[in-house]
């Protein structure tokens, strides 16, 4: 079974900075692109960084230059780092393997102004 966990979420103030963590199952990072997502109330979730299985990355025009996402493969983790944050960055953040159809339960991110 693919689990996917994330952690690292919380309440920051606008201008700082959060990094998350999202724990794979073992081996899945070396076969399998992990993208992170964002969902804010009342909106759709929508994409913020991903990164295949050749570690390359993507970015929307939304988070490119504030956010990057990493990963340690031997740890089986990805990152997302998220710098000047917004408050319009407030969301639950999920983490997921779109070719496993694979979701974390999300953690949850609240920057204030």
């Known amino acids: 079974q693919v689990q996917l966990v994330e952690s690292g979420g919380g309440l920051v103030q606008a201008g700082e900075s959060l990094r998350l963590s999202c724990v794979a199952s073992?081996?899945?990072?070396?076969?399998?692109?992990v993208d992170w997502y964002r969902q804010a109330p009342g909106k759709q979730r929508e994409l913020v960084a991903g990164v295949n299985s050749a570690g390359g990355t993507n970015y929307p025009d939304s988070t490119k230059g504030r956010f990057t996402i990493s990963r340690d493969v031997a740890k089986n983790t990805v990152y997302l780092q998220m710098n000047s944050l917004k408050p319009e960055d407030t969301a639950v953040y999920y983490c997921?393997?779109?070719?496993?159809?694979?979701w974390g339960q999300g953690t949850e991110v609240t920057v204030s102004s």
């Open positions: 073992e081996g899945i990072l070396n076969h399998y692109a």
């Open positions: 997921g393997a779109p070719g496993l159809r694979a």
